[in-house]
């Protein structure tokens, strides 16, 4: 299983969709904006793997603790300790977002069916990943990470909020925001890809 | 020292870091002071610097939070208590500097092997070939992902799409910039895999150049595991005695 589901050219796409999070991400952490963005790659991989779906899930998942182990050593000493919220991102990236492949790359794009395919994975994958992460957040470091969702912690604390209350609705007030950003730049590279590079990941004959 | 010995090593002592408090930390902290002062010898003001640098961002954005907004340690306001500015200081104090702890000990752990490439040090870790490889490309595509960065960005310029200063059209054309740098990176990834990597045979060479990991852990790589766990478990003993 191992050998035919990492081929070269998936190999080749991991690292490049790890090498986007960790770049994207890594700014994003250092400007300490109120989202993450250090999920771009994963939610790419995924689409551009699709069809096989336990292969796609397997590769986007290598994808994220590929780049968070380099985040996370080099940048940001908090991220190792989200691997589960990469889970479940991984999750609903290769059994949610992929699905909608065929939408993003319609041509011409249909603007409504692929705004409300963004907003569905976007919003079920931030709701998703704010339930994982809180519990970590909230026990394990207090409140309060590196990132700029930081501020919105402390907004409801001050509003008199309980810990674990605050992080739980800062968490939902801005990982679906995150989430929808993410999968909509996601989707918008995936339309921009070219079909023979996505042919060549998924070993299919090149189709325009 | 070997590479495996240094990443288990790095990984017990970060284990050790996050799981103890008081006395335990001022231990470890001797222990990666040892560690990189016999490890790393001068050089180590250098991983200092690095870890000063990641840290006192982090430090001061974690000050604004809890000192300066909220006013309160997580401690009161799990006890719904008033709560003090001095009580959230002590906190961010206390996250800081097990923090810095693990930065300047990653550090200190990257400036011992800082004479090795990053293909000698994979090559001499004991772990699955398919894992090496993948490390190895991460790094070798994350400079190919910088260099699209820049190849866009001149291409843009030229084009006059973007400005070099900062101006609202690039905020406009900033999304026309993401997708450049995505399919400049691409384009390189496909031209490599098609064309330079099996002229050169690149990829049967990566095999071979990352065969090894075989080497045993030395009496040096055991010393620092045993001291590690040593400092963990008293650390642990003295603040279970005085709980």
Not at chain 1, 175 to 185: E, H, I
Not at chain 2, 27 to 39: D, T
Not at chain 2, 212 to 223: I, S
């Amino acid at each position: 299983m191992g050998v035919c589901m990492f081929t070269t050219q998936r190999l080749i796409l991991i690292a490049l969709c790890a090498a986007l999070n960790f770049s994207i991400g890594s700014i994003v952490y250092l400007i300490k904006l109120p989202v993450y963005f250090d999920s771009v790659g994963t939610i790419l991989c995924a689409l551009l793997i699709f069809p096989d779906r336990k292969a796609a899930f397997v590769c986007c998942l290598t994808c994220a603790l590929t780049s968070t182990v380099f985040t996370g050593l080099l940048v940001n000493p908090f991220l190792p300790w989200f691997v589960g919220t990469d889970l479940v991102i991984c999750l609903c990236a290769a059994f949610l977002t992929a699905n909608f492949g065929n939408t993003f790359r319609a041509r011409p794009m249909q603007p409504v069916k692929f705004g409300s395919r963004v907003l569905i994975a976007g919003i079920v994958t931030g709701v998703t990943a704010a339930i994982v992460s809180a519990p970590v957040v909230a026990y394990l470091f207090g409140g309060v990470t590196g990132s700029g969702s930081a501020f919105v912690v402390a907004f409801f604390l001050k509003t008199g909020q309980q810990l674990m209350n605050a992080v739980l609705l800062s968490g939902l007030t801005a990982d679906p925001v995150d989430k929808t950003l993410q999968v909509l730049v996601s989707a918008l590279l995936f339309r921009a890809t070219p079909a023979d590079f996505i042919a060549m990941v998924r070993g299919t004959p090149a189709r325009v | 020292m070997t590479p495996n010995g240094a990443i288990v090593f790095a990984a017990c002592a970060i284990v050790a870091i996050v799981l103890s408090d008081g006395l335990g930390i001022s231990l470890l902290y001797a222990l990666v002071v040892l560690f990189s002062l016999s490890e790393v010898g001068p050089r180590v003001m250098g991983c200092l610097r690095r870890a000063v640098l990641v840290m006192a961002p982090l430090a001061t954005f974690m000050l604004i939070i809890w000192v300066g907004i909220v006013g309160r340690a997580p401690a009161e306001i799990a006890a719904d208590v008033e709560g003090t500015r001095e009580a959230a200081l002590f906190y961010v104090v206390v996250v800081a500097a097990r923090l810095f702890l693990i930065v300047f000990l990653v550090q200190a752990v990257a400036m011992r092997f800082d004479h090795e490439t990053p293909l000698s040090f994979v090559r001499a870790l004991n772990a699955p070939p398919g894992a090496k490889r993948l490390a190895i490309l991460t790094l070798s595509l994350i400079e190919t992902l910088r260099n699209a960065v820049d190849r866009a960005h001149t291409a843009l310029v030229a084009a006059g799409i973007i400005t070099r200063a900062i101006s609202f059209r690039n905020i406009g054309s900033g999304w026309i910039l993401v997708q450049t740098v995505w399919l400049t990176a691409i384009t390189t990834v496909t031209a490599r895999m098609r064309d330079k990597w099996p002229i050169e045979n690149t990829l049967g060479l990566l095999g071979p150049a990352l065969d090894g990991g075989k080497q045993r852990l030395t009496f040096r790589d055991w010393f620092w595991l045993v001291l590690t766990l040593t400092i963990a478990a008293a650390g642990h003993a003295w603040s279970y005695l005085h709980a």
